[in-house]
């Protein structure tokens, strides 16, 4: 069996294995080692390492160490020290525990549960005045954090009853709840466009640049949907009456809006304008937004050490989890690449002869479908690096790129069997309310996401004319 041959036997074994329920970072760590036992095996350097131990004059615990030395003597062990300690040196990584301290602390803050209460005062005139206060609420939450589990979660906490309680659809409230929520993968500080950057070597900054308009789309495009179908079958989201939403006069909204949504834009415009315009590193970003959330819940008073706690439990084992997967997928694809793996899926798909267009429309379809069984975080750190070293070949800009990978991974949330946030609702949703249901309110919202790629790539502008203006050509 050849070395290519072998390198596709490796990626269908880890595909096998991962759809049986098996952890994902030590399962790329453990196929990384043993595939690379294989690829970097020297039997030369191995039985030096026996000669030298049958020569020494010692006892038998000690022959029998340098016999365990020689087994070991392998190159593979050397790669894995080195690529653990290239992850942990990484500086664009060092962003992630800090953005993620800053969207825990910032969740138990209360700010968001103010904000969406007052967003539903101002917006009670609209049709789906709820649901479109919880889509603009998601949006700006996702600007604070990029985690769409802490999102969902608190919104669905929050909104979902609320909405459920004015009467409204229960597949269109749950829609709103998951579509919302993934937001906080596509628009800035993204964890994911962090992820991405690590490994593409892409500039967050130009891609935290590149996204924001696009995220701004996809959440417009929500809006849109929401008030037109509302508009439509006012039955799905009837109208909120005066004891719903109580007698308010526009001071006091504007007073309830300032003292809630000031705050937090403030953080965000602080965080993501140190980046965008060079006034800080994304990790110097992340470090002052981390600390501007904390002196929020101070502001707040809602300061707790139990809610102090949490945060750092969360940030560590989410930071944790980005990292090892790191580790496992960097081990993973050098072996991969070593045998040959990259080069016989690269020959394959340039001999296709096949358009730019078709390349995109074969990698985003490829990735869509990734996104039934896998996480984005396995989709962006696996399999968007086969992808990357073809893109000179077609002439695609890798900024480009990621931005349309970072929306079509917004469906990986909403499609099943995975459908993370579709479980994550479920999971604090009232026991009425069916899987099913909740699946059924997602898929117009797809039908946004695969319209916003659609306009992304007849207009590249919506992602390339703010890295331009800020950073030239």
Not at 389 to 406: E, Q, Y
Request: some cysteine.
């Amino acid at each position: 069996m050849s070395d290519p041959v072998v390198a596709l036997a490796m990626l269908a074994i880890f595909l096998f294995i991962i759809l049986l329920g098996f952890p994902i970072a030590f399962t790329l760590m453990a196929m990384g080692i043993g595939f690379g036992y294989y690829a970097y095996f020297d039997p030369d350097r191995m039985w030096r390492a026996y000669h030298r131990a049958v020569k020494v004059d010692a006892d038998q615990l000690t022959q029998i160490q340098l016999w365990i030395e020689g087994l070991f003597n392998n190159r593979i062990f050397d790669l894995f020290v080195n690529q653990t300690y290239s992850v942990m040196a990484n500086d664009v990584l060092t962003a992630v525990p800090l953005f993620l301290f800053m969207g825990y602390i910032v969740e138990r803050a209360n700010i968001v549960a103010r904000l969406f209460h007052t967003l539903n005062i101002a917006a009670r005139h609209l049709p789906g005045s709820m649901a479109v206060a919880a889509l603009i609420t998601c949006t700006l939450f996702a600007t604070a954090t990029g985690i769409v589990g802490a999102v969902v979660t608190l919104m669905g906490l929050l909104a979902f009853p609320a909405m459920l309680k004015a009467r409204y659809d229960t597949s269109l409230a749950a829609g709103v709840i998951c579509a919302g929520g993934t937001l906080g993968i596509l628009i800035p500080p993204s964890i994911m466009l962090i992820v991405y950057a690590a490994a593409s070597g892409v500039s967050i900054v130009k891609l935290y640049a590149g996204a924001l308009f696009p995220g701004l789309l996809l959440a417009g495009l929500y809006v849109i949907y929401v008030i037109t179908r509302s508009t439509l079958q006012p039955k799905l989201a009837p109208k909120p009456t005066r004891e719903e939403v109580g007698s308010y006069s526009t001071l006091q909204i504007m007073w309830q809006l300032l003292t809630s949504f000031l705050p937090l834009a403030f953080l965000i415009l602080a965080v993501l304008g140190a980046i965008l315009f060079g006034l800080a590193t994304p990790s110097e970003a992340a470090a002052v937004g981390a600390l501007g959330g904390l002196l929020l819940t101070f502001a707040y008073r809602a300061f707790t050490w139990q809610r102090l706690r949490e945060s750092v439990y969360l940030t560590l084992r989410t930071t944790a989890m980005v990292c090892w997967l790191f580790v496992g997928s960097w081990t993973f694809s050098s072996v991969f690449s070593y045998l040959g793996g990259e080069q016989i899926i690269s020959e394959f798909v340039t001999g296709l002869d096949i358009s730019p267009i078709a390349f995109l429309l074969m990698a985003q379809l490829i990735i869509f479908l990734l996104g039934w069984p896998l996480e984005w975080s396995e989709i962006i750190i696996i399999f968007v690096p086969i992808f990357l070293p073809l893109l000179p070949h077609f002439g695609i800009d890798p900024l480009f790129f990621g931005i349309l990978v970072a929306l079509n991974l917004q469906t990986s949330f909403l499609t099943p069997p995975m459908a993370m946030s579709a479980y994550y609702l479920k999971g604090i949703a009232p026991p009425h309310v069916q899987l099913n249901q909740i699946f059924k309110g997602n898929y117009p919202f797809l039908a946004m996401v695969v319209f916003a790629m659609i306009i992304l790539y007849n207009f590249p502008q919506i992602a390339f004319w703010l890295p331009d203006q800020v950073y030239g050509h």
